[in-house]
């Protein structure tokens, strides 16, 4: 039996520093309640950057300030960041997988992805998985990545992967994780609501597996007052992103949360030996295969613009 846990919380909007002390602070609790993996959300680190869409596309001036701000405490693996979380993964003794801003320092170091980052109970990064194709106005500050990280990874609390928010509509990708023999199925989103839930429930019946959608609870208040994009937003809202944190049984369950509106952990505990029993009338990629007609083919290259030294 493992302990999950789904942090819906909210950053220290575009201050890394702080965000990352907040999630220290975090993983400590969910470890002290027995968590054995710790979730976050899309981009926790330095919190998603909600401006693409409300933000038009010809106010240049604002979309540069935002930019160079997002991309000044964005994230660089590894690094002095990452050895933070680390610290707090061994200490806690629990793995963590969250959402960060990653800067391509392999590269030009001014280009970003939505990074999913993964830390083991001992503090190691274990892998990192860059979405693959950014949404809408998401593309004015992420790149796309490519599949070098669409892994499942053998852990001591069961197989895990995850792909970030609407990378989920993309079945090919899904089936790359059916296929590694993905057991607990990671899903940190900025989404919520009813379509996201039943999107959620979907993947656990398609995969027979636990999906853990974790999302971020923000207020407009937690946002800088000096940020000119805030008042784009209707005056009458209150929150940016209310949250919809969930968690899924293989047969499509909910069985913890959703919860909106609120910061808060959501536990739920997984059987996982138990769970394999629902593949006995659907295993995607395995018995209710058919290779013999459908072939999948995946370049794991990593496609860098600089080879060798």
């Known amino acids: 039996m493992i302990k999950i846990a789904a942090v819906q919380a909210a950053p220290a909007f575009l201050d890394r520093d702080a965000t990352i002390e907040r999630a220290c602070e975090r993983i400590a609790e969910a470890g002290r309640a027995g968590a054995k993996l710790v979730v976050f959300p899309e981009s926790f680190v330095p919190g998603y950057p909600d401006w693409v869409w409300v933000v038009p596309a010809g106010r240049g001036a ?7 701000r997002l991309l000044a405490n964005s994230v660089t693996i590894p690094s002095d960041t990452t050895r933070r979380l680390g610290e707090a993964a061994r200490d806690a003794g629990t793995i963590v997988a969250i ?3 990653e800067r391509n320092d392999e590269a030009s170091g001014t280009t970003m992805y939505n990074t999913l980052l993964y830390i083991d109970e001992h503090g190691e990064v274990i892998g990192r998985h860059r979405k693959l194709v950014p949404t809408g106005g998401e593309r004015l500050v992420w790149a796309q990545g490519d599949a070098s990280g669409l892994r499942v990874h053998d852990t001591s609390a069961g197989r895990i992967g995850g792909l970030i928010c609407w990378e989920n509509y993309m079945p090919l990708a899904r089936y790359a994780l059916y296929a590694g023999g993905i057991r607990i199925y990671l899903a940190p989103t900025w989404d919520h609501g009813d379509g996201w839930l039943a999107t959620l429930r979907h993947i656990a019946r398609e995969g027979r597996v636990f999906v853990v ?3 971020m609870a923000l207020r407009f ?3 800088p007052p000096e940020l000119e994009f805030a008042k784009l937003y209707p005056s009458s809202r209150e929150w940016v992103n209310p ?3 969930a968690i899924v049984d293989p047969t499509g369950a909910i069985v913890a949360g959703p919860i909106e509106g609120r910061e808060e952990i959501l536990y739920a505990e997984a059987d996982l030996d138990a769970a394999s029993g629902a593949n006995w009338d659907l295993d995607t990629a395995g018995h209710y295969a058919r290779p013999d007609i459908f072939a999948l083919h995946i370049d794991r290259g990593q496609h860098r613009l600089i080879d060798g030294n």
């Open 221 to 223: 208040d937690q946002l």
């Open 62 to 68: 604002i979309l540069r300030d935002l930019y160079a």
């Open 243 to 245: 949250g919809g944190s």
């Open 99 to 101: 959402g960060v801003t």
């Open 213 to 215: 959608g974790c999302s």
